[in-house]
């Protein structure tokens, strides 16, 4: 069956596409409330907006860097049901933190040396978190799948995982000025997920049992260079470290973008991350679709270069939006959408996450098809630790940028020019897996 649907309907995956959700659902809805309370009401200057933004995302992702192969060893070595339980355990207390500081900063009480201290470290903590959940919900799917169906429940994954952050987007935007309900908002889904995540079945380990290499270098360095090795892997995982890097620009040029460029407010903010969201989970269905369940790079080098069409499109209509506006007055939701060219804005945005989901979902399948089961985890860990990587180095170029005083509507430009390098890889996948089948 090359449908998703079906797979809702099943112990062996159901809880585990809730958990990941409530999981994303939680992560974006605080990150995303504490980056535009901070943005909005904090900070006044674009250069320090778009600097805390980029230190947000950057703070996020660290872990995946270092903690990836730890990771990744543990999940194949352990049963991963159990695993998952104790990292939603654990985001109940970091989430308490995260409402702590949420609270003081609403409340004005030391906010730049305590609440924002708080707020960080609380993003950090739940990148610890995501960081040990991403190899395993991935790598769990063929324990509990049959092999026609890993692309779906891959395709399902992803776009459960869009929802849940355009869905912990909006409601952040939604109280952007009510952080209080926010705060207890967190704490309410963190437990919630726990709940969920106790039934998700039995997924004891494949691999033989080894030590656990715990250092960060060395693990990570084994774990890369065994991946290095299958040249269908690397290639997927390159592709997916260089989609990631034009997301994690985009992401981080959101907020700062509305604001100064399109002169909107939080709200408006947040609708452009819904749209992104519903864009990647459009594709991500859209793909498996498709391909009929086979796992093929086929359509990846198209979909990528459409992708980059489309950001250049969003490019030229944020230029022409900025050249129009005459009233500095931040807009509201209904304001924005009077304009003729807000619908241009969000239907160029749209296209480019359906684009970038029909090219991004099969990759991931790579990585838990084309490798022993006993590895799966650790090749999923090798793509997060790369991923983290070009995320960082993407966030590091969006703020290069803005110190070289480049516009924030030219840095959009940045992400085409890494479609065109995508594509190229993409290229080099589906010949690699043609010839693997010749």
């Not at 797979?7 to 535009?36: G, I």
């Not at 912990?168 to 952080?179: C, H, K, P, S």
Request: proline share 4%; charged share 10%.
């Amino acid at each position: 069956m090359f449908t998703s649907i079906h797979l809702l309907k099943r112990r062996r995956f159901l809880p585990l596409f809730c958990t990941q959700l409530l999981n994303a659902f939680n992560d974006n809805l605080y990150k995303t409330t504490m980056v535009l309370f901070v943005v909005y009401t904090v900070y006044s200057s674009a250069d320090t907006e778009l600097m805390f933004s980029s230190l947000a995302s950057g703070v996020f992702i660290l872990p995946f860097f270092l903690l990836s192969a730890i990771a990744g060893q543990l999940a194949d070595m352990r049963d991963k049901a159990k695993l998952i339980r104790r990292i939603k355990a654990a985001e109940i207390g970091l989430m308490c933190v995260g409402a702590a500081g949420l609270m003081m900063a609403w409340y004005d009480i030391a906010v730049d040396t305590v609440a924002i201290p708080l707020l960080m470290l609380t993003l950090f903590g739940t990148g610890i978190q995501s960081a040990f959940f991403g190899p395993i919900k991935y790598a769990i799917l063929p324990q509990h799948l049959r092999k026609d169906e890993v692309l779906a429940g891959t395709g399902l994954v992803e776009a459960g995982t869009y929802i849940a952050i355009m869905t912990g987007v909006i409601l952040a935007g939604l109280l952007a000025e009510r952080v209080e309900i926010a705060a207890i908002g967190i704490i309410v889904f963190s437990l919630i997920g726990y709940a969920v995540s106790r039934q998700v079945p039995p997924a004891p380990p494949v691999a033989v049992k080894e030590p656990i290499d715990f250092n960060p270098v060395t693990s990570s360095w084994t774990i890369i260079k065994a991946v290095a090795g299958n040249r269908e892997i690397f290639l997927a995982i390159i592709a997916i470290s260089f989609f990631w890097t034009i997301g994690s620009v985009l992401f981080i040029q959101f907020p700062p973008l509305a604001k100064n460029v399109l002169m909107a407010d939080p709200a408006v903010a947040s609708l452009f991350l819904v749209f992104f969201s519903i864009g990647v989970a459009i594709g991500s269905v859209a793909v498996n679709m498709l391909l009929k369940g086979r796992v093929s790079a086929r359509y990846s080098p198209l979909s990528v270069t459409v992708m980059g069409v489309m950001v250049v499109v969003f490019y030229f209509v944020c230029r022409a939006w900025n050249a129009m506006l005459v009233d500095e007055q931040l807009m509201d939701v209904g304001e924005f959408l009077s304009y003729p060219l807000a619908w241009a804005v969000l239907g160029s945005l749209l296209l480019v996450a359906i684009f970038g989901g029909m090219f991004v979902v099969p990759l991931y399948a790579f990585l838990t098809t084309k490798v022993p089961a006993s590895q799966t985890s650790r090749a999923v860990a090798a793509n997060n630790i790369l991923n983290s990587g070009a995320m960082v180095v993407g966030a590091l170029l969006a703020l290069g940028l803005s110190e070289a005083g480049v516009p924030l509507a030219e840095q959009l430009l940045l992400s085409a020019a890494m479609c065109v390098v995508s594509a190229w890889l993409g290229m080099k996948l589906y010949r690699a897996e043609t010839e693997e089948l010749a």
